[in-house]
């Protein structure tokens, strides 16, 4: 009897803490079994991207869920609960459904190809009230009750969905992230472990070195045995950072994956402990500071850095061990030991060894290709020109004032100058009678609001706009009438939009109409910001620093009629410049539903009753970013 009670006891227990609400997960909680897998319940199941995968501005959120590369699989409720946010887009997310479980967690379904008929009912009720494709709102407990198992849509390629599949999410009340696979789904299965690719070594201060040289550099790894090393000799000295490059696998699937946990030893001492077995949706543009943000830029190469860099704030470190940084001064041996592990506790490990050695400025050797060029790495400015017996560099400020430096080391002809830029901004050097100029204009320090006047444009930085201390650098070409502007370098992230007001030095040259900001940058690719002009000057919001243009736009969208089929109208509408912006129809002259498609360029309409016949005057009207409107009419029979 007694034994009966505590067996009664311990499920009631169970069963209310199940039940509770919560503010944070821990891995303990995790009620395993709790959640039906969305897709194909207890068939097995392959996924096309997991939680934390690296991706340009964000960390992935959940999972890809594989839907046999079509769209249309029914897609089950994970538990019982009810409907509590519902979302369209023609980007991000898509046709996304969010339920509330009783035990306060939240499943999110997302790129979803149709809604089921009573979710469908409500969002297109909610879509004809306010007259907009777009929504995004809250339901009340009770609207959208909805049983585990339950089919609430279906599988689909909407938003910014790169082909079909499901994305799949698990929140806790505040938002933040949970591993979907810490719930140990039987449909997944992964017995691989994780791989190394490469590794970097980063210097981190003028008297800092990797192989006698400043600056970063990437080494080959290779798999002896079980574990993995680095087959080249290291040599190093002072502070320096690790980032290295990896992957998951998975079992009967070719795709890769990013891994959950790093850890770094060095001489067997815990150096570094990463864990993202949850995170924050605030917390996902400080993948830029927690990945080598030039190196992603420049090569595509996500390189996780091993060490926590100024400026980043995520919260699935363990600061309690430090940076994470490698203290190499003591012309010692070092064994550096990095273990990754994925969701089921797959582990590789890599070990290699690092040689403290002290610098040396190395030999003069003579090179008749010296490149004469300039870099900006954490605070230090490295300057490069060619090496001979009496080289020096003339440093000059603003005002004139100079400043003699001498090389700190030669390199393969070379030779490298390091300059801290917390002295003062130069504005140009001298070596060789070749003049470099920096275009330096402001240091910025991060968690300071600060609004910056260079000539003809003004730039205002948020307080927490960058990660970093910014040595801000512009220079504007208004030659034959371009407008043109390079502000900061495209390898510096931001973490929130900056304001920029240009004023125009050719103001009868530019339609204010019609115009708009065009922004060359190699992470974004060619992208369009939009301004509001004010006499003439054009003020703009941006998430980028690069190279900008004011570009004239006067071109009309493009609507070409598909026609009708039963109670639809379709469209393909496309803008070959700014883009589209918005549309608009009615039917009769009152508003009638139009869904979008980006990705097809496809626009159709959708009636609030569909037992109605589309019949009578249709009217559509298209607008592009600069403005310019195109029309179509037609009288539906």
Known sequence: MKNLLISRLSKLLLFIIVLLPVTSFAQSQIPVGYFLFPIKPGQQNFLAGNMGELRPNHFHGGLDIKTEMRTGLPVYASADGYVSRLKVSSFGYGNTVYITHPNGLVTVYAHLDKFNKEIGDVVRQYQYE??????????????LPVKKGEIIALSGNSGSSGGPHLHYEIRDVNENLLNPLDFKFAELKDNIAPVFSKIALVTTDAQSRVNQEFGRFEFNTVKVGTSYTVPTKITAWGTIGLQIKVHDQMNGTSNTYGVKFIRVYEDGKLLFDHDLSTFGFHENRYINVHMDYEAFLEKGAKFQKCYISDGDKLNSYNRNLGKGYLHLSDGQNHKIEVEIEDSYENISKLVFNIQSTEPVKGAIVPNTKAVYDYAVSENILKIRGKASANCSAKLY?????????????????????????????????????????????????????????????????????IFDTLYLQTRIDTS?????????HHSIPL???????????????????????????????????????????????????GHFVIVDDTVKPVIKSLGVSGNCIKFLISDSKSGIESFKATLNGEWILMNYDHKRNLLWSERYDKTVPLKGAFKLEVKDQAGNISTYSTNIP
């Open 397 to 465: 400020t603003s005002n004139k004032e100079e400043l003699v430096l001498s090389p700190d080391y030669f390199k393969n002809g070379q030779a490298v100058y390091l300059y801290d830029l917390r002295k003062g901004l130069p504005d140009s050097v001298v070596l060789d009678r070749q003049t470099l100029h920096f275009n330096f204009v402001a240091s910025v320090p991060p968690g300071q609001e600060k609004t910056i006047q260079q000539g003809n444009m003004t730039v205002k930085i948020p307080a927490d706009a």
């Open 480 to 488: 034959k009438g371009k407008e043109s502007f390079i502000l900061g």
């Open 495 to 545: 973490f929130t939009a900056i304001d920029v007001a240009y004023e125009t030095a050719h103001p009868d040259a530019i339609n204010k109409s019609c115009s708009y900001v065009h922004l060359k940058n190699k992470l974004r690719g060619q992208q369009h910001e939009k301004g509001c002009w004010t006499e003439n000057t054009l003020a703009f919001k941006t998430k980028s620093f």
């Open 130 to 143: 306010n007259q907009q494709f777009e929504v995004d709102f809250n339901l009340p407990e009770g609207k």
